[in-house]
Nanobody, 122 residues
Framework: EVQLVESGGGLVQPGGSLKLSCAASGFAFSILGMSWARQAPGKGLEWVSGIYSDGSTYYADSVQGRFTISRDDAKNTVYLTMDSLKPEDTAVYYC????????????????WGQGTQVTVSS
């Protein structure tokens, strides 16, 4: 059974940082790409970042230069380090495995965790 457990969200002031984690099980983590996506209140799901098994990384323009995706295959975990956070980064953040990174993401397509809430507010 595929399981994805996101954690690390919380309330942070603008300009602050958070590191999200996604612990995965039930599939061959080390050979698959992994992506993070987010859903802001009242908006659709937005792809944020992805990482292939070879470590190559990709980012949405909205987070380029502020977010860093990484992975630890020994722990079956993917991370999203978020710096210089802005109020518009407020969203529920999800991770998902992807054989080929795909920016067209939907919560009713593929495997997703329960998400972790990130709130950026003063």
């Amino acid at each position: 059974e595929v399981q994805l457990v996101e954690s690390g969200g919380g309330l942070v002031q603008p300009g602050g940082s958070l590191k999200l984690s996604c612990a995965a099980s039930g599939f061959a983590f080390s050979i698959l790409g992994m992506s993070w996506a987010r859903q802001a209140p009242g908006k659709g799901l937005e792809w944020v970042s992805g990482i292939y098994s070879d470590g190559s990384t990709y980012y949405a323009d909205s987070v380029q230069g502020r977010f860093t995706i990484s992975r630890d295959d020994a722990k079956n975990t993917v991370y999203l380090t978020m710096d210089s956070l802005k109020p518009e980064d407020t969203a529920v953040y999800y991770c998902t495995p992807q054989a080929q990174l795909n920016t067209q993401v939907r919560l009713d397509d593929g495997y997703w965790g329960q998400g972790t809430q990130v709130t950026v507010s003063s």
